[in-house]
């Protein structure tokens, strides 16, 4: 049987009892119409269960936690459940793992939503245990966007980017490798710079672009090397150590040189004049050639080694040949 203890006292009266005792049954404090309040003006307020406590609103109201100071929650189970109608929503673990404060969702397909005061989703994680932040803020430098970090950010995984990848600062590296020993660098009013001696590769390994020493770069290929363009502009010495096959023209234009033809450079077929040729070799002019003349120059000699047909003959001057 409950006992019941109702509201007899007028508002000025008091009770000098230290301890209000009903014995073993449960205790109602029932008004009609009016509040209950239990005030303990000189200490702390207690309302102990040995088996549990239930604050419970069973007809309407909400239930309202009101502190002047702060309102602490001290569970030495661990955790504090939310609950909606009876079913548990959500969980704050608070020694379940060591060093670890766990907030975990009670119903299997929920998100966990952040919102703004005005409802804007801010971020949510997703149910199948990823982070989405739907806010589609630009970025245009390092303190805007959607998602902005104050430090560096470290990914496991392959990397997907919708649109532009920009590297603000001056001289910033975009590394490759375990041990980032290829690096690209940007180097400042200039370009990028690929370190040492990397290279760059195309199809596989055999063709590439690189520097192997100082000053200098090798284009290397194990087939052929093909450059395709209307003019190609060489300023400089060429040096070939193959064949060399053309199969259009040979323009050498105004080099006094031009074109070498031996090992030491001193026999050249040149064409200082326009409309002459000329012919040096052991670095003495031998010979030239005009539209209609062949003329050996003073010092040189045509010499027969054997018979010649048809026959060479000389009128004055000119020398005839009978071809």
Known sequence: ?????????????SSAADDISTGDGAVNIVTSSGAVLLDSQASTTTVDGHTGVTVQSTNSGDITLDS???I???AAGGNVEFKDAGTLQLTLDMDGTAGEQIIQLGVNSD???FKQYDGTEVFRMEDGAYLNVSNTTASSSATTGSAIFGGGIGVAADVFVGDDLTLISDSAVLGFGADTDTTLTHTDGTGLTLNSTSKLCFYDTALY???????????????????AAT????????DISGNTTFGGLVDVNGVADGLVIDADGDTTISSPTDDQIDFEISGADDFTMTANTFTILAGSTIVNSGTMSPDISSTGKAMVLGF
């Open 111 to 113: 998100d966990l939503v």
């Open 72 to 74: 602490v929650v001290d």
């Open 68 to 70: 002047v100071a702060d």
């Open 209 to 227: 672009i690189h520097s192997s020493t100082d000053g200098q770069l090798d284009l290397v290929a194990d087939t052929e090397i093909q450059i």
């Open 1 to 13: 049987m409950s006992a019941r203890l109702r509201t007899v006292l007028t508002p000025a009266a």
């Open 231 to 238: 003019t190609i502009d060489i300023n400089g010495a060429v």
